[in-house]
């Protein structure tokens, strides 16, 4: 059998390992199951909401109004009602009893913490305000054009960077997030494969028949097929999340308006190299690990966080020379380049040549991968120390 078929078959029988068809269709159904809990849930708690019964004395002093979708109920009260009223809100016939002092003071007495306070807050403090205005004879016309702030229209010169779409930062963003998802699952499903075998001898008898470069590269593939099959069922039930909450009218929106579908593009590509990057070196990783649970080399599951901290700081500068840089070294462009996309103009050869050592780097690190995990997985014992594995790959 050639080559390239041993690996399609191993990635193949990897990939159906860990993939269940009857497994990521319960796992969307188990989602849209609690969508329609969570939400529904939700509306029916608001349509069974109760008044709030709020007495009022002392309203002459400062006259509001609450806003008429609220769920308080005001009702004026006289003075020598008050020890009446504190009788009502102690028996909790009442919810709250509000006594305006003075334009500066005012007392609410609940029997219970009172949840719906910052609303009434800011209705008394806006009627305080408006009496304020009144009080130093300014008209409110005259004041809100003093406090109305200068309109700083921000024009691009039609030869310029035209600005990006939510739509299209928002897939940045969201590129990032299921590169690194991936990259976990992706990482979690190599170190229980690879260690189990290795600890059950197994791979010694499989690397008999192919080659060690041809189990490796079906592992990638496979066990990379599978997380990003992974990554899409649980995409697929956030979008039904958020489906669902806009049926119950919860205002949430999926913008979609693309305006430059090379950016997108450019995007969809370096999440999956970044993706296959960290996959490969993962799965080098694994075979020279004895036990998952206690080798230290677990803490290399957040290298991959590296970047993103990086691709954070383009909000302040994404036109310095350090993000330049970055944008183009193989382990941080996947999120550097990125956020750099959405933010600023970046020349087609910077995506290009960032994309090429991507590519280059990836490729070397399969190559490495094969005698470093033909070394790992037939050492026992003491693992190998982070400067052997460099020295294996670099004899690769």
Request: charge should be neutral; aromatic fraction near 10%; proline fraction near 5%.
């Amino acid at each position: 059998m050639k080559s390239h078929s041993l690996v399609f078959e191993i990635a193949k029988w990897e990939f159906h390992r860990w993939f269940k068809w009857k497994d990521q269709i319960i796992t969307v159904a188990i989602s849209l199951a609690l969508s329609l809990a969570i939400w529904g849930g939700i509306a029916l708690l608001k349509s069974g909401d109760a008044p709030i019964k709020l007495s009022v004395i002392g309203r002459d002093i400062l006259p509001f109004e609450i806003p008429a979708n609220s769920r308080i109920e005001l009702q004026t009260a006289e003075l020598k009602d008050e020890e009446r009223l504190r009788e009502l809100v102690g028996r909790s016939e009442i919810d709250g009893l509000l006594i305006i002092k003075s334009l500066d003071a005012a007392e609410l007495l609940v029997y219970k913490e009172p949840f719906w306070k910052s609303e009434i807050e800011q209705c008394l403090t806006e009627a305080r305000t408006q009496l304020k205005i009144q009080e130093f004879q300014l008209p409110p016309a005259q004041l809100a054009d003093a406090l109305r702030p200068i309109t700083l229209a921000v024009a691009i010169h039609e030869g310029g960077h035209k600005p990006t779409s939510v739509a299209e930062k928002i897939t940045a963003g969201l590129i990032i997030c299921v590169m690194l998802f991936g990259i976990f699952i992706g990482a979690a499903y190599q170190f229980v494969a690879i260690t189990g075998e290795k600890q059950f001898r197994v791979t010694e008898m499989v690397i008999s028949a192919v080659t060690p470069q041809q189990w490796i590269d079906g592992k990638i593939l496979g066990v990379s097929a599978y997380a990003l099959a992974f990554v899409f069922t649980s995409t697929t039930s956030i979008l039904l999340f958020v489906l669902v909450s806009q049926a119950f009218g919860s205002g949430w929106t999926i913008p979609v308006e693309v305006t430059n579908p090379p950016i997108i593009l450019s995007l969809i590509l370096l999440g999956l190299g970044g993706f296959l990057l960290w996959n490969t070196i993962f799965t080098a990783v694994s075979a020279t690990v004895n036990d998952p649970n206690t080798s230290a080399k677990g803490s290399l599951l957040l290298a991959p966080f590296v970047p993103v901290i990086f691709a954070v700081f383009t909000f302040k500068n994404p036109d310095s020379i350090g993000m330049q840089i970055l944008s183009l070294i193989p382990f941080t462009s996947p999120a550097v380049l990125p956020a750099r996309l959405v933010l600023t103009e970046v020349a087609w050869w910077e995506v290009a040549v960032a994309l090429l050592l991507l590519g280059l780097t990836t490729w070397f690190f399969r190559s490495a991968s094969g005698k470093i995990f033909r070394l790992g997985m037939l050492m026992h014992g003491k693992e190998p120390a982070f400067k052997e594995i460099i020295r294996w790959a670099r004899e690769a």
